[in-house]
C-alpha cells in the first residue's frame, strides 16, 4: 500500500486551530495547563485572517464534562462565535483526537492549514501525529508552563518521551493500512 503524500495548504480555506484536551477539574473547571492552551489559541488566532475555526478535542477523563466542552465554553466566553467552534469530544488520546479530527476535516472537506495548540511539552507529539495522519500542521506558540512544580513537569516530559515513538509507530501503521 502506497502512502498517500501530505497534502498542501490551501490559502482559501481557513485555517483550523486544533486545541488539544487537559484535564479537567473534579467540579468541571479548567486545569492551568487546559486554560493556557485555550489562551494560547485565543492569541495566535488574534494575527489570522480570515478567522480561524477552532477544533477542541478531548473525551471525557477522569472528570467530566468532556475537556472538548470545557475548551468551547471558555472560546464562547472569550467571543468567539459558536460557528467557528467544531468540537471533537470523542478522543480519549492524543492519538486517537488526531484521527477523529483527520475524520471530521475530511468530513468537512477542509483543505487548508492546521494549527496545534497544547503544550510545549505535548507539541512534538501532536504535530508528528498530525503530519504522520497526512494533515499539514503547524505549531501554535505555546502557552508558558501552567505551574505544577518541577516534578509534574517532569512526569509529563517522561510521558511524551515514552508516547511519542509509541504513538508515531501506531500512526503509521494505521496509515499504511489505509485506516487512518
Known amino acids: 500500500m ?8 490551501n490559502p482559501a480555506s481557513p485555517a483550523v486551530i486544533v486545541i488539544f484536551g487537559a484535564a479537567v477539574r473534579p467540579d468541571g473547571a479548567p486545569s492551568p495547563a487546559l486554560r493556557a492552551r485555550v489562551l494560547a489559541a485565543l492569541d495566535f488566532a ?10 477542541p478535542t478531548g473525551g471525557i477523563g477522569r472528570y467530566g ?5 470545557v475548551m468551547a465554553a471558555l472560546l464562547t466566553g472569550a467571543g468567539v462565535a459558536p460557528e467557528r467552534i467544531v468540537e471533537e469530544p470523542t478522543g480519549r488520546t492524543t492519538l486517537f483526537s488526531v484521527r477523529a479530527v483527520r475524520h471530521l476535516l475530511a468530513r468537512h472537506g477542509h483543505r487548508g492549514a492546521v494549527f496545534a495548540a497544547t503544550s510545549s511539552y505535548h507539541l512534538p507529539r501532536c504535530l508528528l501525529l498530525l503530519r504522520l495522519a497526512g494533515l499539514v500542521s503547524r505549531p501554535v506558540l505555546p502557552a508558558p508552563p501552567a505551574g505544577g512544580g ?3 513537569r517532569c512526569y509529563a516530559v517522561g510521558r511524551e518521551v515514552l508516547a511519542l515513538p509509541r504513538d508515531a ?9 489505509g485506516r487512518v
Open 150 to 152: 518541577v516534578w509534574l
Open 46 to 55: 488574534a494575527r489570522l485572517a480570515p478567522p480561524p475555526v477552532f477544533v
Open 169 to 177: 509507530c501506531w500512526m503509521a501503521a494505521l496509515r499504511l493500512c
Open 2 to 9: 502506497r502512502v498517500r503524500p501530505v497534502r498542501e495548504v
Open 65 to 69: 464534562p468532556a475537556e472538548a466542552e
